[in-house]
T-cell receptor
Framework: NAGVTQTPKFRVLKTGQSMTLLCAQD?????MYWYRQDPGMGLRLIHY???????AKGEVPDGYNVSRLKKQNFLLGLESAAPSQTSVYFC?????????????FGPGTRLTVL | GENVEQHPSTLSVQEGDNSIINCAYS??????FIWYKQESGKGPQFIID?????DKRQGQRVTVLLNKTVKHLSLQIAATQPGDSAVYFC???????????FGTGTLLAVQP
């Protein structure tokens, strides 16, 4: 049982490049989340999904897109990276079919945009 | 919008002392609260949670207190150890059913 895994662990992009971050969970959780973490600002929700085939915007969705084609995977895409997107990105999942529940986090992806 | 104020931002304690971290939330409809521990280079890890129908919950060396009247949440760590050194986050639902709102974190440094 690997829990929540994220790939890649590190990435450096040039402004304007695109990339996709992959999150996978093997706990059969319904809910999945993407956060970014910046110094002094805690965790901010980018997008989330309440089930396969569904996505919704969080607090800071601009510049990102997501897809949940399979229940176990949640992809975060940056179409045209900007230096403001330099951050550490965390994926999380929770069981929560009817209400909020504990979220389990992956190890993070450190992204630098030059 | 919803916000969670967490303090102190840094806390330095001697090994063996007790540590207390505080959070103030704004939404009276918040009904679920979690504390996470984040070690350097890792994702947040669940420590303890509490629902709004309780005012205290205890785990191993940790206690969470909830005061709904003043919208205040605290985490107490007893006999703090060097392995407790990390950033601690509180999180609450803000009245939603599928999202958490996080505090800004407290860096706990334990001096041996």
């Amino acid at each position: 049982n690997a829990g929540v895994t994220q790939t890649p662990k590190f990435r450096v992009l040039k402004t304007g490049q695109s990339m996709t971050l992959l999150c996978a969970q093997d706990m059969n959780h319904e809910y999945m989340y993407w956060y970014r973490q910046d110094p002094g600002m805690g965790l901010r929700l980018i997008h989330y999904s309440v089930g396969e085939g569904t996505t919704a915007k969080g607090e800071v969705p601009d510049g990102y897109n997501v897809s949940r084609l399979k229940k176990q995977n949640f992809l975060l895409g940056l179409e045209s990276a900007a230096p403001s997107q330099t951050s550490v990105y965390f994926c999380a999942s929770s069981y929560s079919p009817t209400g909020i529940d504990t979220q389990y986090f992956g190890p993070g992806t450190r992204l630098t945009v030059l | 919008g919803e916000n969670v104020e967490q303090h102190p931002s840094t806390l330095s304690v001697q090994e063996g002392d007790n540590s207390i971290i505080n959070c103030a939330y704004s939404n009276s409809a918040s009904d679920y609260f979690i504390w996470y521990k984040q070690e350097s280079g890792k994702g947040p890890q669940f420590i303890i949670d509490i629902r709004s129908n309780m005012d205290k919950r205890q785990g191993q060396r940790v206690t969470v207190l909830l005061n709904k009247t003043v919208k205040h949440l605290s985490l107490q760590i007893a006999a703090t150890q060097p392995g407790d050194s990390a950033v601690y986050f509180c999180a609450e639902t803000g009245g939603a059913t599928n999202k958490l709102i996080f505090g800004t974190g407290t860096l706990l440094a334990v001096q041996p």
